[in-house]
């Protein structure tokens, strides 16, 4: 088991617009309360664990979002496991958008990219017993899958394995781009 770099302070994530955001932010709440689990900002992680600086991850923003447009994801499932953050979520499609703006966040953090890319945003951490679970997966799926999301911004945040969930804040954000010339980027 790889442990994590100590000096690991910093991840980058995609966000999701205003309107999606406000959705799933009342989601987490929502299994916060069902499962007794934390509440956390929902987000699809492209690099995570970066040992890299706040200060040089914000000035590559502009290079990581160069001519992409904003991602409009439907979500394929709703899926649950043991994992602690990826006990209960929603996935997406591994698209080429995501997976150029996966590959640029490693790049910027300094950090070779790891192999197998799982696109998803959380919605529990750590959620209860497979039972629970299951029955919360099976209600949620029906109105989730399908649902398009939004996601309009990566963001610096203070966030990884060593540093606590309730101290997780966003440090700098670039949205991409509504479309880019020749049309959508999907």
């Known amino acids: 088991m790889t442990r994590p770099d100590p000096a690991a302070r910093h991840s980058l994530w995609l966000l999701?617009?205003?309107?999606?955001?406000?959705?799933?932010?009342?989601m987490v709440?929502?299994?916060?309360?069902?499962?007794?689990?934390?509440?956390?900002?929902p987000?699809?992680?492209?690099?995570?664990?970066?040992?890299?600086g706040?200060?040089?991850?914000?000035?590559?923003?502009?290079?990581?979002?160069r001519g992409l447009a904003q991602p409009v994801q439907p979500v394929l499932a709703v899926e649950a496991g043991p994992d602690f953050f990826r006990s209960f979520y929603?996935?997406?499609?591994?698209?080429?958008t995501l997976r150029t703006?996966?590959?640029?966040?490693?790049?910027?953090?300094?950090?070779?990219?790891?192999?197998?890319?799982?696109?998803?945003?959380?919605l529990a951490y750590g959620a209860a017993t497979a039972n629970d679970q299951e029955q919360a997966r099976a209600e949620w799926s029906t109105w989730l899958e399908g649902m398009?999301?939004?996601?309009?911004?990566?963001?610096?945040?203070?966030?990884?394995?060593?540093?606590?969930?309730?101290?997780?804040?966003?440090?700098?954000?670039?949205?991409?781009?509504?479309e880019v010339a020749g049309g959508e980027d999907e």
């Open 16 to 26: 999701a617009s205003e309107r999606d955001e406000r959705a799933l932010i009342q």
């Open 148 to 178: 398009d999301v939004r996601f309009d911004r990566v963001a610096v945040v203070l966030s990884a394995s060593g540093v606590p969930i309730e101290d997780w804040a966003v440090i700098a954000t670039k949205t991409l781009a509504r």
């Open 54 to 65: 706040a200060a040089q991850l914000t000035g590559e923003l502009d290079g990581i979002v």
């Open 90 to 96: 929603t996935r997406f499609e591994p698209t080429d």
């Open 101 to 122: 703006l996966r590959t640029r966040a490693y790049e910027a953090g300094g950090v070779e990219e790891p192999s197998g890319f799982l696109p998803h945003v959380s």
């Open 29 to 41: 709440r929502d299994l916060a309360k069902r499962f007794g689990t934390p509440v956390f900002r």
């Open 43 to 52: 987000h699809l992680t492209l690099a995570g664990d970066l040992a890299a």
